[in-house]
């Protein structure tokens, strides 16, 4: 029998991918399944952009391109930067990947050694963890709850780092609860990571553009820190190209040079199409995007004002991308036919059997208080998914 590596046997698999992977199952099986448990957006890829892949495709852009990807689309990307983030990052300071994720997988690899420390604010996006397991890292958890808009205090910061802590990993807005760091907030943060030059964060702003703020705002900007920052991002969540598979990192050349080492011998460049069609993407008007953001804020309002007629939910107002991330704490103990629901896992397992509704427990998320919704879906879909677990929760005794 074939030992697998303790790599692989310490990895956990991805809690999101796990329900709808069941959700699917149970699809198969002919029963009614409302699958609120991938962040993926529901909406079709702009034609600008597949026209563009078409064009890519008739004028033969179908060969190997360079590790770091197209230079004309490391440009766009450049471009992007200034424009929208106010952030000079020159070409050779950007390496495009297939996907934000393996973005941040490049980075953590190529910095973190062995033992090292990696600061992670909680709740966090599921694959932060493992990804530094992998690398042989220790994610050491900086929790932050609902009293504190799940956001972190530059105190809490502080006091987590220690002579080992090498990197600091979170997003904004964030993934799993809305919540976005305002600028006064990414600066006080600012002023605690100067002060250890050797540490380096990664910023995830793959929901920059689902962001119901007056405006996005990226920890790079600040130039005390800027060295010390990688700024991640892709075209997946707001361009709705999630099967395109096409995120980038911004750094120090130091590490996007190390980011794409790392690459060379993985993966290499993603495909020479999605890099074609993610060019159009980035030259784009953001704005054009008002509408698809709009109708992510509508259906916000549609989900909380559902949420907070149920008794024992408490939730707060996420401030980008699209999910919502309730309390659920009280029903931890309750029962159904005398089975009872000791956990989130336990509750989103009920949810999915009773209510035929797929939800991702919190504790996949580091918080096992909360249960996350995803609201990526048609309002009519999210009216009859709520009412659905409102009946259900209103059967736990």
Known sequence: ???????????????????????????????????????????????????????????????YTPVPGYEDLREAISLKFKRDNGLDYDVNQIVVST?????????????????????????????YIEIVKVSEGTPVIVNAGIESDFKVTPAQLAASITDKTKMIIFSTPCNPTGSVYSKEELRAMADVIKKHPHIVVICDEIY??????????????????????VTINGVSKAWAMTGWRLGYVGASKEIADACSKMQGQFTSAPSSISQKAAIAALKADPAILSDMINAF????????????TIE???????????????????????????????NGSDLAMY????????????????????????????????????RRVKKSLEKLV
Not at 100 to 105: E, P
Not at 208 to 229: C, G, M, P, R, W
């Open 99 to 127: 996907g934000a994720k393996q973005s941040i997988a490049n980075v953590v690899m190529s910095v973190v050694n062995k033992g090292d420390e990696v600061l992670i604010p909680a709740p966090f996006w599921v694959s």
């Open 208 to 229: 920059e553009h689902i962001n119901f703020t007056s405006k996005h705002e990226s920890l790079a900007q600040f130039d005390d820190v800027y060295e010390q920052v």
């Open 297 to 308: 804020k509508e259906r916000r309002e549609l989900v909380l004002a559902a949420l907070r």
């Open 1 to 63: 029998m074939i030992k697998l590596s303790e790599r692989l046997l310490a990895m956990e698999e991805s809690a999101t991918i796990a329900m709808s992977r069941k959700s699917r199952e149970l699809k198969a099986e002919g029963v009614d399944v409302i699958s609120l448990s991938l962040g993926e957006p529901d909406f079709n890829t702009p034609q600008f952009i597949k026209d563009a892949a078409f064009e890519a495709m008739n004028n033969n852009f179908t060969t």
């Open 351 to 386: 949810l999915l059997n009773d209510a035929n509704v797929a939800l991702v427990t919190g504790e996949a998320f580091g918080d096992p208080n909360c249960i996350r919704i995803s609201y990526a879906a048609s309002a009519d879909t999210l009216t009859e998914a709520m």
């Open 312 to 342: 024992g939910i408490d939730i707060n107002v996420p401030e980008g991308a699209f999910y919502a991330f309730p309390d659920v704490s009280y029903f931890y103990g309750k029962k159904f036919e005398g089975k009872p629901i000791s």
